[in-house]
């Protein structure tokens, strides 16, 4: 076969406007459905308003509320939902309505829609905070300063990033109907162990270190270190999350080379 | 140029099983083909082959003479698959549109949709659709990138006849306009109708490559029928080399490729016939010679 001269060069559309499209057209469809709005916006702050109504009053530690405490721990709590659902139950279900293989048939480079699935998640992510922020300001008499806010925002979106690899993992092996079973089975017990649901120094010692060893205990360890309650330092958090991050990706990627093989070989 | 679309001894195996053996097939700009063939006989597998999704374990698959998977190639294919889904909280207008981004020049969104029939139900979330509108919402998605090539695998089925005659009349209007239209089918009169050139695939070979007219014309076999107040069973047959053979309250329809020494024989045995016919094939039967398969189910 001799080498293609085509009379004219086929052009590719811009890439650029396909990651908006995409991204957006995520956003829509992920806020029409409830199921997953109201588990990423709506939960957090309903357990906050719940807690904060019963325990609001008490202080933590000396200069910080037990509404802080909370509020940061369900901000965390927020922003894990969006990893682990959003990749979990969001890829799974793409996979099951097949709208994976009609994507790969289409001009649309497979990395786009990946990366509009991550640009998707830190925008929900920002969108769930300042909610929670709105909420906890207003209602929880919390007051934290702007750079407080910030560091706050950054150590959320790192510190869940272990949360996409494993909803990315649960995402690309697991049915629709079981990925949300096994997102929910895998993830709430990690909030419990963690002390993001309880406070950590209530759990009896066994519990504790089988808690310390989980990536969602380092994750709110981060967040923690921005209003002081923290018992970790940052390092040794980011050094948790970093390993789990590997790990945990490289789970994913794993297991979506075996789905990809299987459907596109 | 190169052609549009071509396998070149093309091959794809499963595991054991090899799904498509050595298929090749040139088809120039502007030809509407049919690929036709019962079911599991390879023409998703040649289709998937065709777009990128899975790769020849041998021979070349090409679009424009370039990889089915180079992006150039796939900015000029347009695809209606058999299984596919979109997401359910958008509306056709935004499946339509969002689809439309990833082709250099797509038709206006509206238009698009007008093609497909849908202008109604542009706002409606693609949840609410009926069975019969969400297929003219793949439709839609396929066309809307103003492809030069669109793939059409088994897009009739579960279409009722009106939404069925629409959507052939749509792709008729496509071919005219140059566009390069492969479809597949397992409703062969849809491949007669619709196409000027059949591939038949069975078993993942090619069997058959010519018009409809050729392919008719290539069987040998007629078609007898005939009504009878004899209470005839299967065993009457037995020893005569006749296929297909169907004895119902309509009466006696048979296959056979020497209709007169049947005929003949039956005669001879002194049968009661009435209402005898002896036609040549129809494309079903044409299809049914060529490829050896016992008549199909459904029909």
């Not at chain 2, 659709?129 to 998605?141: H, K, P």
């Not at chain 2, 002896?278 to 490829?291: C, P, Q, R, W």
């Amino acid at each position: 076969m001799s080498s293609a001269v085509l009379a004219t060069p086929a052009a590719t559309a811009p890439v650029g406007r396909m990651l908006w499209k995409q991204t957006v057209a995520l956003l829509l469809a992920r806020l029409r459905n409830p199921a997953f709005s109201v588990l990423s916006l709506g939960l957090p702050v309903m357990f906050f308003l719940l807690f904060n109504a019963i325990f609001g009053s008490q202080h933590v530690k000396t200069g910080v509320s037990y509404a802080t405490q909370i509020m940061v721990s369900y901000a965390t709590y927020a922003v894990g939902n969006i990893s682990v659902y959003n990749f979990g139950i969001g890829l799974a279900t793409d996979r099951e309505r097949k709208l994976d293989l009609l994507q790969r048939a289409m001009p649309l480079p497979p990395w786009v829609a990946i990366v509009a699935y991550i640009v998707f998640a830190l925008v929900f992510a920002l969108i769930a905070l300042a909610i929670l922020a709105i909420v906890g300001t207003i209602v929880g008499g919390v007051r934290l300063g702007a750079g407080t806010w910030v560091g706050l925002t950054w150590r959320l979106l790192v510190g869940s990033l272990p949360l996409i690899g494993l909803g990315m993992a649960i995402g690309y092996g697991a049915s629709a109907s079981t990925a949300s079973a096994l997102a929910n089975m895998i993830y709430l017990p990690m909030l419990f162990l963690s002390g993001i649901f309880v406070p950590f120094n209530v759990l009896p010692s066994t519990i504790q270190s089988i808690g310390k060893f989980l990536p969602t205990y380092h994750y709110a360890q981060l967040a923690w270190q921005t209003i002081g309650t923290n018992t970790e330092s940052t390092f040794t958090a980011l050094m948790w999350i970093a390993g789990w991050s590997i790990a945990l990706f490289a789970v994913a990627l794993r297991i979506y080379r075996l789905d990809v093989d299987q459907k596109f070989r | 140029m190169p052609p549009v679309i071509e396998l070149d001894h093309a091959s794809k195996r499963f595991g054991h099983i090899e799904a498509v053996k050595d298929v090749s097939f040139e088809i120039g700009q502007g030809e509407l083909v049919a690929l036709l063939g019962p079911n599991g006989a390879g023409k998703t597998t040649s289709i998937t082959l065709l777009l990128g999704l899975r790769t020849p374990s041998a021979g070349h698959a090409r679009i424009f003479g370039l990889s089915p998977t180079d992006r150039r190639a796939r900015s000029r294919v347009g695809v209606m698959l058999q299984e596919s889904g979109v997401p359910d909280t958008l509306t056709v207008h935004e499946l339509v549109d969002l689809f439309s981004s990833y082709y250099p020049h797509p038709l206006p969104v509206d238009q698009a949709i007008g093609l497909a029939g849908l202008t109604e139900q542009s706002k409606q979330q693609s949840r609410k659709l009926s069975g019969g509108q969400r297929q003219r919402l793949y439709f839609a998605l396929a066309v809307c990138g103003d492809p030069d090539v669109i793939f059409f695998d088994e897009p009739t089925v579960g279409m009722d006849v009106e939404s069925r005659r629409v959507f052939l009349a749509s792709i008729k209007q496509f071919a005219e306009q140059g566009k390069t239209i492969m479809l597949t089918t397992h409703y062969l009169e849809e491949a007669d109708e619709l196409a000027e050139r059949i591939i038949v695939i069975d078993r993942g070979v090619l069997v058959a490559d010519a018009s409809p007219t050729e392919i008719k014309s290539r069987v040998l076999a007629k078609r007898i029928a005939f009504r009878s107040s004899s209470h005839l069973r299967e065993a009457d047959f037995e020893g005569l080399p006749v296929t297909n053979l169907k004895i119902d309250e309509k009466g006696v329809r048979l296959l056979s490729n020497s209709p007169e020494a049947v005929l003949r024989e039956l005669f001879r045995r002194n049968l009661d016939i009435k209402d005898l016919q002896v036609t040549g094939a129809d494309l079903e039967e044409a299809f049914l010679s060529i490829t050896g398969q016992p008549e199909p189910a459904a029909s």
